[in-house]
């Protein structure tokens, strides 16, 4: 009987410590603080912005209604700028994510270097990258679509090998055992599971470049915005107002069809 009862004794969890979280808590916030105080936040500073801000959303208001057929054409450029860079960079990112897979390839000098690469993509911001590709393409989309095609590699590759490291393991295991190739390996073992998580990285990258794409036009890289840098710079916030809802609208029905394809293909 005592022996039940100590072995009984011997299975209570033990609660847990309640100085962990206390500490991270407080590793947190002096994180916080301490970085508000290397940049010089200050809420006193923000609050007297806010006024200044309110002054900016009443001359938004109301946005200039026939400006909708001149940015109608820059818009659909927008569109088709997100379309191909986004296929280009998800064509790219597809064979470079199966090269970063530790699981696909055992190498490590194969893996690194794919992620090596990977990581560098995406170190460069999408401006950056724009405004390097005007600076070789000259002023027009081609720029825009190659940023936003490097900037597609960067995203879908590292959520796509990632989602590879999670596959199961037991297909390629069997095809292991009867003598597949590491071509037929990848072709029926690993491509099969992962489509449905690739096409739902594309579509969601996609949805993210028609945001980007909206704005590359600052630096020259084509699109609408141009035309966000032409009518603030002469404080034509009538107008601005307008590239703001015409690119809402479009944005909201994207993200609409994506959110039902993703749906569709989980």
Known sequence: MKESQFNQSLAIPV????????????????????????????FTELLRGLPNMWDLIVQLVPPNWDYFSVITQ??????????????????????????????????????TSARFVLNLIRTI?????????VAVFGIGPIPGIFALMFFSI????KLFYESIEAIDPGPLE??????????????????????ASFMS?????????IRAAAVLGLVGAGGIGLYYEQTLGFL??????SIIIYTLVVVLIIDYL?????????
């Not at 911001?125 to 590709?133: I, Y």
């Open 15 to 42: 609660p847990p410590s309640k100085l962990k979280p206390f500490f991270t808590t407080v590793f947190i916030a002096v994180l916080l603080l301490w970085g508000g105080w290397q940049i010089e936040f200050s």
């Open 74 to 111: 820059p818009i659909l450029e927008t569109i088709r700028m997100a379309v191909v860079g986004t296929t280009l960079g998800g064509l790219i990112a597809f064979p470079l994510s199966i090269l970063a897979a530790r699981n696909v390839f055992r190498s490590a000098w194969i893996t």
């Open 125 to 133: 911001p999408e401006l950056l990258l724009a405004a390097l590709f």
């Open 154 to 157: 960067g995203i879908i590759a």
């Open 174 to 195: 069997a095809m292991t055992a009867v003598g597949a190739n590491k071509l037929k390996w990848i072709f029926y073992g690993v491509v099969p599971q992962i489509m």
């Open 201 to 209: 990285f594309f579509l969601y990258t996609f949805e993210i470049n």
């Open 236 to 241: 034509d916030y009538g107008k601005t107002a």
């Open 258 to 266: 994506s959110t039902r394809i993703r749906e569709k293909l989980t």
